[in-house]
């Protein structure tokens, strides 16, 4: 068990989408709910990574590692939902083709965010210590072997809008 895991905080998110609990994990019902496992294995194996997140284009977490708490795991997705539009939106004005991938650099930490299949984002937390290309190289290997699974569904407008 991970330090900032405890037994009242299970391993996988399990509470229907918009709830406000802190309770860590996924969300069974929606595409990549069982992905978890994959990006557990990811924080494990690559050195100084804290956190991963798949998430759809428009910030919905659909799935994230080990130990995270509800509200960090939206604010996360949000975030780099937002980076990677921005990234994009760049792209496109100055034609300079797709985002591959978005980084951002922080005092005590970096934010890497990659497509993962169409029309979601694998965002991964590690400390300043990581090594970059082997944690990039790391994400583009998770997102080639699973990627037709980490594919979310788009929502359309009437969805974005609730009931």
């Not at 699974?149 to 809008?161: G, I, L, P």
């Amino acid at each position: 068990m991970r330090p900032d895991q405890t037994p009242e905080h299970p391993a996988h998110f399990s509470e229907p989408a918009g709830t406000t609990s802190d309770a860590p994990g996924t969300t069974p019902d929606r595409p990549g709910a069982d992905l978890g496992w994959l990006l557990d294995d990811l924080v494990s194996r690559t050195d100084h990574v804290r956190q991963a997140v798949l998430l759809t284009a428009d910030g919905l977490p659909l799935s994230c590692s080990d130990g995270m708490r509800r509200r960090d795991i939206e604010h996360l997705a949000a975030v780099c939902s937002g980076f990677h539009s921005l990234a994009r939106s760049a792209g496109e004005r100055f034609d300079a083709g797709e985002v591959r991938q978005t980084m951002v650099m922080l005092d005590d930490a970096y934010l890497f965010i990659t497509p993962a299949g169409n029309g979601s984002r694998l965002a991964v937390l590690s400390e300043v210590q990581t090594d970059v290309g082997q944690l990039a190289h790391e994400m583009a290997l998770l997102v080639r072997r699973v990627g037709r699974h980490m594919a979310a569904t788009v929502r359309s407008t009437a969805d974005a809008a609730g009931p």
